[in-house]
């Protein structure tokens, strides 16, 4: 078994969308608290890594959201290291409202090592592998997401605000996924589709996030989002976003999204509709 780390958050009323539940983004940020939390208490802590002079960086996320999570919920996010070869390792997480045994979230990460002087990858010693990883076997990820946009898809832009910069100068990649949703959600709209914060029957809620990271953007970049669905069943579709700077590829998004199947308004069928083509 490899060595597990369990830490523990509070859902607050700033963690709350519009609807009253956590936003996805919270519970990515989770995440990235508790990698750091295991990393350090194995020996790793955010000033050894200042002074090596390296980092970990996310290369792709997979999350699962099972269960909703409210105001005042207690969760704990449980992590081990399923993975670490060469340059690169795989996290794997688990989180969970103790208060009734409810799974909330899965999760996984594949994260790059980085030598920040050279800005290239490295591989990490052999004593973070033993510590962090011990006998672990990696777990299958599904094949990354390779789809080019169709002709059909809508296309939005955004300027990256200084708000969404974190400590190393560039946007943080759990807040990549409110990128994603909001270019999803004007996209929608943009085809009859109305949003209402004052409506919570029939929204689509997020059932899976799939976030693969190309590149970095920074405070005052222009991303270009653009966003197709597929994939329409009774009680869900299925998304492709894009984010690009100036042709470079900064992030593609596989999303899955869940409603009630006699929940959903016709106007957001016949929108999903217009964006699959």
């Known amino acids: 078994m490899p060595p597990?780390?369990?830490?523990?958050?509070?859902?607050?009323?700033f963690d709350l969308d519009a609807w009253g539940a956590i936003r996805t983004n919270v519970l990515l940020r989770f995440l990235q608290q508790a990698a750091s939390d295991a990393s350090a208490a194995a020996g790793f802590d955010i000033e050894w890594y200042e002074r090596t002079g390296t980092l970990w960086v996310v290369r792709r996320t997979i999350i699962d959201y099972l269960a909703a999570a409210a105001y005042r919920d207690v969760l704990e996010v449980r992590t081990w290291v399923?993975?670490?070869?060469?340059?690169?390792?795989?996290?794997?997480y688990e989180v969970w409202r103790p208060a009734d045994a409810t799974l909330v979230a899965r999760a996984a990460t594949d994260w790059v090592y980085v030598d920040t002087a050279r800005a290239a990858p490295v591989r990490p010693p052999e004593d973070m592998r033993q510590r962090l990883m011990g006998d672990a076997v990696a777990q299958p990820r599904p094949p990354r997401a390779a789809a080019a946009p169709p002709s059909h898809a809508a296309e939005l832009s955004r300027r990256v605000e200084l708000a969404e910069i974190d400590s190393v100068a560039h946007?943080?990649?759990?807040?990549?996924?409110?990128?994603?949703?909001?270019a999803v959600y004007d996209a929608l709209a943009a085809h009859g589709w109305r949003v209402d914060p004052a409506q919570r029957a029939g929204r689509p809620t997020v059932a899976r996030h799939d976030l693969e990271y190309f590149a970095e953007a920074a405070y005052a970049d222009t991303l270009l989002a653009t966003v197709w669905t597929g994939d329409a069943t009774a009680d869900g579709f299925a998304t492709e976003c894009t984010l690009s700077r100036d042709g470079t590829r900064v992030l593609h998004a596989s999303t899955r999204w869940r409603h009630a199947p006699d929940g959903a308004p016709a106007s957001l069928g016949a929108a999903v509709a217009v964006l699959s083509g």
């Open 4 to 13: 597990r780390h369990t830490s523990e958050f509070r859902v607050h009323v």
């Open 171 to 182: 946007v943080n990649n759990a807040h990549y996924a409110v990128y994603v949703e909001q």
């Open 82 to 92: 399923s993975d670490l070869r060469r340059v690169r390792s795989q996290r794997e």
